[in-house]
């Protein structure tokens, strides 16, 4: 079986630091586990303490369709994102017209197992819509 590099094949991988870029995502088919913030990693964390997964059986294989997003590439530990974060809502949205619309989602590009924490790479993934079309 041929490796598939999706960072070169599909646009929406192609995320870079200190970019924010707003996509076209199309519907795409993920593992999926719900979360937030200190929960997940907390989970990832008793998974590298344990090997166990806690939490396997919420994973989830779904689609998801996220349409017109703003994008960024986030490098570095998972605590250290709100900066990224709050220049992608608090300006790189507004100034292009845009709105939130949605969950925001991160992509995990690195294996949090063998991968030291200043060194992981996230897409950091916000759906948008045009701001008249907001109630």
């Given at each position: 079986?041929?490796?598939?590099?999706?960072?070169?094949?599909?646009?929406?991988?192609?995320?870079?630091?200190?970019?924010?870029d707003l996509i076209e995502v199309p519907e795409s088919q993920y593992?999926?586990?719900?979360?937030?913030?200190?929960?997940?990693?907390?989970?990832?964390?008793?998974?590298?303490?344990?090997?166990?997964?806690?939490?396997?059986?919420?994973?989830?294989?779904?689609?998801?369709?996220?349409?017109?997003?703003?994008?960024?590439?986030?490098?570095?530990?998972?605590?250290?994102?709100?900066?990224?974060?709050?220049?992608?809502?608090?300006?790189?949205?507004?100034?292009?017209?845009?709105?939130?619309?949605?969950?925001?989602?991160?992509?995990?590009?690195?294996?949090?197992?063998?991968?030291?924490?200043?060194?992981?790479?996230?897409?950091?993934?916000?759906?948008?819509?045009?701001?008249?079309?907001?109630?």
């Open positions: 079986m041929d490796k598939i590099d999706f960072k070169r094949s599909l646009p929406s991988f192609r995320a870079k630091q200190g970019r924010f593992l999926m586990i719900d979360g937030q913030g200190g929960h997940v990693d907390g989970v990832m964390d008793t998974v590298r303490a344990k090997g166990s997964a806690p939490r396997l059986g919420e994973i989830r294989f779904d689609a998801l369709r996220e349409g017109t997003c703003v994008q960024t590439l986030h490098i570095g530990p998972f605590d250290d994102e709100g900066p990224a974060l709050e220049r992608m809502h608090t300006d790189d949205v507004p100034e292009a017209g845009m709105a939130t619309a949605g969950k925001l989602h991160e992509i995990y590009l690195s294996d949090v197992r063998r991968t030291a924490p200043e060194k992981l790479r996230t897409i950091l993934r916000q759906p948008v819509a045009p701001q008249d079309r907001q109630g």
